[in-house]
């Protein structure tokens, strides 16, 4: 399905709105704290908040004003203190970073200019501004940075300061669900040539083929994985990886990150709130090597990246692959939980609207799912507009998650969307669903 050109003044107002909508939240998640908070590393996993912020502004600057826009630099002695690949996180603490007051008079100086870019740019012609793409992909950047900093926010000590006033829906009919369901064998089309805000790694469009499998219809829950944490998951190796086998005994794991048990129950915290454990909602901060090692005791695996993609997109009415589960519309909030609203994953089996032509349900939204593979280029891959986004990691020891979390922005999820990380992460906003072979006839 080719996209159709857009009205270069519709473009100009959704790039507008995009990053209108980024900064927000970007303010939201910086302005609950003071400037101690800021300026603390919470984590040695994570950036202080206030590098983040700066380095928001810095990108933006960097691909708005000089590369979109052909201006000279702004600030050109940021350029090195807010390289991520310069400075690894647990390092910046101590690099002479920007203070709070300074960072934010630096993002509006940028962000002001960077409209005028936009306000004169023609969107087309040259492929970084063709259909705003510099402007869409500097949305997705912040955006990105922003459920990074909710992760920061996670691991934080200290009472709560975010809050969401409304809890996800509920589920409807989640007990009457069937457990899996088959998804046929053949061609289907995975990534995309046409989306207009895709990045590198979701291009180019190519025909895959799947054998037939069978895939769970929602992602696994807090009360199933608590079956294999009382099974003794994580005292028995034969379900280990060996590397995640190594990582349980260094690390004398029994859990998800953030569950704690007190007598006979398991409590969890949550963004400075300590609550019991949600059975029904999708179980949250686990590592790729936790999320196999279930499988392998399930007797099931995990699926791979085309088979998550293909139970995403695959409708076998039409043959064609949709941009969402649901179909072709931008996300709304009956489709998913994405954009931060609940703070929280929904209960399985909710958003009976965002379900796939083959009935499976939450793909998008509410926890990044881990896939069985490793990350690595489509047939046709080009790096765009720069190696460091996607091409650098290619062939390392990174696995592909797919489909977004709550703490997801729509602008940075899609169908097609990639993200990766070290199988041992699990600050992360991950859970998984698991797969198995079609049996042969």
Not at 122 to 137: D, E, Q, V
Not at 164 to 177: E, G
Not at 398 to 406: A, E, P
């Amino acid at each position: 399905m080719t996209a159709a050109p857009m009205d270069p003044e519709v473009l100009r107002q959704r790039a507008a709105a995009t990053l209108a909508t980024a900064r927000e939240r970007t303010q939201a998640l910086t302005g609950c704290v003071d400037e101690r908070e800021l300026t603390t590393q919470h984590s040695p996993l994570m950036s202080p908040l206030v590098w983040d912020l700066a380095h928001i502004g810095n990108q933006e600057e960097l691909w708005l004003l000089r590369a979109a826009g052909g201006q000279d630099a702004l600030r050109p002695e940021l350029d090195s203190l807010y390289d991520a690949f310069e400075h690894p996180r647990a390092r910046r603490v101590s690099l002479p970073l920007l203070p709070p007051a300074q960072a934010r008079a630096y993002l509006d100086e940028v962000r002001g200019r960077a409209l005028d870019v936009l306000a004169a740019s023609p969107l087309t012609g040259k492929p970084l501004l063709a259909s705003g793409f510099a402007f869409g992909m500097i949305a997705q950047h912040e955006q990105q940075h922003d459920e990074t900093m909710l992760i920061t926010h996670q691991l934080r000590s200290g009472p709560a300061v975010l809050h969401a006033p409304d809890p996800p829906p509920a589920a409807p009919d989640a007990a009457a669900l069937p457990s899996e369901v088959l998804v046929p064998g053949g061609p289907f089309t995975m990534g995309t040539s046409t989306e207009p805000w895709a990045l590198d790694n979701e291009r180019p469009a190519h025909r895959r083929t799947v054998p037939a499998f069978h895939i769970d219809t929602l992602p696994v829950t807090n009360g199933a994985y608590l079956r294999f944490i009382e099974d003794g998951g994580y005292t028995d190796p034969r379900w280990w990886h060996p590397e995640g086998w190594a990582q349980v005994r260094r690390h004398k794991l029994t859990a998800p990150l953030f569950w704690r048990r007190e007598g006979g129950d398991w409590l969890r915290r949550r963004f400075g709130v300590l609550e019991p454990v949600p059975p029904q909602e999708p179980v949250l901060h686990v590592s790729w090597y936790e999320a196999t090692a279930y499988a392998a005791w399930a007797g099931r695996r995990l699926p791979t990246e085309a088979e998550w993609e293909k139970a995403a997109r695959y409708d076998p009415a039409t043959g064609r692959s949709r941009r969402y589960p649901w179909g072709d519309a931008d996300p709304a909030p009956c489709h998913a939980n994405l954009g931060q609203r609940h703070l929280r994953p929904a209960p399985a089996g909710a958003y009976p609207l965002g379900r796939s032509p083959l009935g499976v349900g939450q793909l998008i939204g509410d926890v990044w799912e881990w896939t069985a593979g490793d990350f690595l280029p489509y047939p046709g891959f080009t790096a765009f507009p720069y190696r460091e986004y996607s091409e650098v990691f290619f062939g390392g020891p990174y696995k592909v998650l797919r489909g977004g979390s709550f703490a997801v922005d729509p602008v940075a999820c899609r169908g097609t969307f990639r993200n990766w990380d070290l199988p041992i992460r699990r600050q992360i906003f991950a859970g998984f669903r698991t797969a198995r072979d079609a049996e042969h006839p």
